[in-house]
């Protein structure tokens, strides 16, 4: 188990660390959501939450890398400075920064989906600009020892695998939700994504995988 593994697993769901700003921080996200609800910009709401649910589906998967390699998991966050450790790689500030992400990418999108971007869909355009975005930011944070990357396939040296499966999936599932037809097949998706997400994280949890 490397060194960073060792000391995200210390502060793992420590409920020790707690600090009070994270009760604003939910405040802010409830905010950004409710918004949405008021102006019933159901596209953008879902499209958010679809986000957020991709966010969970790769911080679960992330967990289970470490559980069976017993060595470190794709990211981690070392966890010290955090006011809470959810997942090896997942702390309370992180998984409220993507739930207002989502909403952010959702209301940059053209309303006309047919407009093109160099002549290619724009949706794509902006999904693989907003993952490579993603991907510089990650690489800043690495290097400030905030976010730990300790697998020779997934480094700022070799960016291809953070930009293709760490973010492009995000926006893509995003920007889909965002265009269905209908507020009903956004919400079943939505919540298919996020009750899969919820189960998962009860039966691995429980069984001490995650």
């Known amino acids: 188990m ?91 500030e992180i998984c409220f920064m993507f739930a207002v992400f989502g909403v952010v990418a959702a209301k940059l999108l053209p309303a006309d989906k047919s407009l093109r971007v160099l002549g290619l869909p724009n949706r794509w355009v902006l999904a693989g600009a907003g993952a490579a975005a993603a991907v510089g930011v990650e690489v800043v944070l690495n290097q400030m020892g905030a976010l730990t990357w300790e697998w020779s396939w997934w480094q700022a040296g070799m960016p291809l695998l953070v930009w293709l499966i760490g973010y492009l999936p995000f926006f893509l599932v995003s920007y889909w939700v965002h265009d269905l037809p209908t507020v009903k097949s956004k919400a079943l998706v939505v919540g298919s994504l996020l009750g899969a997400d919820a189960l998962a ?4 949890i429980s069984l001490g995988w995650i």
Not at 59 to 80: D, K, Q, T, Y
Not at 201 to 204: D, E, M, N, P, W
């Open 201 to 204: 994280l009860i039966v691995f």
């Open 2 to 92: 490397t060194d960073a593994a060792r000391t995200a697993l210390e502060h793992l769901r420590d409920a020790d660390a707690f600090q009070w700003y994270v009760i604003p921080l939910l405040l802010i996200v409830l905010y950004v959501y409710a918004s949405e609800v008021e102006r019933r910009n159901w596209n953008v709401f879902f499209a958010g939450l679809a986000f957020w649910g991709m966010d969970w589906f790769n911080e679960i998967w992330n967990a289970l890398v470490f559980h069976f390699s017993g060595r470190a998991p794709v990211w981690g966050a070392p966890g010290g400075e955090s006011a809470y450790l959810i997942l090896i790689g997942l702390n309370i």
